[in-house]
């Protein structure tokens, strides 16, 4: 797939968060974490994209909007 590491930190949790079947924050926390984003960071950002309007969290299931 993608090699790159151009990517932001966020960036990567939106993708993963986008990518996967099942966006649960430890999915997320693991696909991120496989891509080089620490964990607290990428909690921090899932509550942050949900308080911008730009995610929701429902049954603790992230989707972008």
């Given at each position: 797939?993608?090699?790159?590491?151009?990517?932001?930190?966020?960036?990567?949790?939106?993708?993963?968060?986008?990518?996967?079947?099942?966006?649960t924050e430890?999915?997320?926390?693991?696909?991120?974490?496989?891509?080089?984003?620490?964990?607290?960071?990428?909690?921090?950002?899932?509550?942050?994209?949900?308080?911008?309007?730009?995610?929701?969290?429902?049954?603790?299931?992230?989707?972008?909007?």
């Open positions: 797939m993608e090699s790159g590491g151009s990517k932001s930190r966020k960036e990567r949790v939106r993708e993963a968060v986008r990518e996967l079947d099942e966006a430890e999915a997320v926390v693991d696909y991120a974490s496989e891509r080089g984003v620490d964990a607290e960071y990428t909690r921090k950002a899932l509550e942050k994209l949900v308080r911008a309007g730009e995610a929701t969290e429902s049954r603790g299931v992230y989707r972008l909007l």
